[in-house]
Nanobody, 128 residues
Framework: QLQLVESGGDLVQPGGSLRLSCAAS????????IGWFRQAPGKEREGVLC????????TYTDSVKGRFTISRDNAKNTVYLQMNSLKPEDTAVYYC?????????????????????WGQGTQVIVSS
């Protein structure tokens, strides 16, 4: 059974850090790009970062540059999103999603079908 399971969401103070995990099963993880997305209350879902099967990274939103990093551990079928210097505007439900081999381009990231499989999300709240 194909699954993407996010974990690591929490309530954190501004300036704090969190590491989210996306654990995959049921498909050839090493052959898939994994993207992180987020959806804040009342806003559309937006792409955050993606890592391709080969390890190339695509950044979808400039607001996370220098603060968030993405990495993958193929031995554990897991992709991580390290989030530092968190801000209240980072508050959202964070989702991971999978696409064959390559990350979708920034122009296609919100196209239906750009990512085949989605997790259920993990809540991140940044608040004092």
């Amino acid at each position: 059974q194909l699954q993407l399971v996010e974990s690591g969401g929490d309530l954190v103070q501004p300036g704090g850090s969190l590491r989210l995990s996306c654990a995959a099963s049921g498909f050839p993880f090493q052959s898939y790009a994994i993207g992180w997305f987020r959806q804040a209350p009342g806003k559309e879902r937006e792409g955050v970062l993606c890592i391709s099967a080969g390890g190339a990274i695509t950044t979808y939103t400039d607001s996370v540059k220098g603060r968030f990093t993405i990495s993958r551990d193929n031995a554990k079928n897991t992709v991580y999103l390290q989030m530092n210097s968190l801000k209240p505007e980072d508050t959202a439900v964070y989702y991971c999603a999978a696409a064959p081999l390559f990350c979708a381009s920034a122009s296609r990231v919100n196209t239906a079908g750009a990512y085949n499989y989605w997790g259920q999300g993990t809540q991140v709240i940044v608040s004092s």
